[in-house]
């Protein structure tokens, strides 16, 4: 199992910056892909980035040049931190990760708030 524990949600304003963490523990060893997720009230769940063990990153085009993923290198804590935050980037935020066993686990998400 691996347990994933997210931080760094709050309020921000229009144009703020937030950074966000994951930190993982557990059976961790064998992680590859990292992920942050995003699910705004009445919408579905959306990927925000990826970022592999190799190093591979990847974003949703909403997020491109605001948002950048980042992971120490234990894969012990993911980072997203955000940029030119606007309103329509309001949701929960969600970190994922997948073991090279093809099991996935869930942490239980922190709340952005963009808002004036």
């Known amino acids: 199992q691996v347990q994933l524990v997210e931080s760094g949600g709050g309020l921000v304003q229009p144009g703020g910056s937030l950074r966000l963490s994951c930190a993982a523990s557990?059976?961790?060893?064998?992680?590859?892909?990292m992920y942050w997720y995003r699910q705004a009230p009445g919408k579905q769940r959306e990927l925000v980035a990826t970022?592999?063990?190799?190093?591979?990153?990847n974003y949703a085009d909403s997020v491109k040049g605001r948002f950048t993923i980042s992971r120490d290198n234990a894969k012990t804590t993911i980072y997203l931190q955000m940029n030119s935050l606007k309103p329509e980037d309001t949701a929960n935020y969600y970190c994922?990760?997948?073991?090279?066993?093809?099991?996935?686990?869930w942490g239980k998400g922190t709340l952005v708030t963009v808002s004036s």
């Open positions: 994922k990760v997948a073991r090279l066993d093809n099991m996935d686990f």
């Open positions: 557990g059976s961790i060893s064998s992680i590859y892909y």
């Open positions: 970022i592999t063990t190799d190093g591979r990153i």
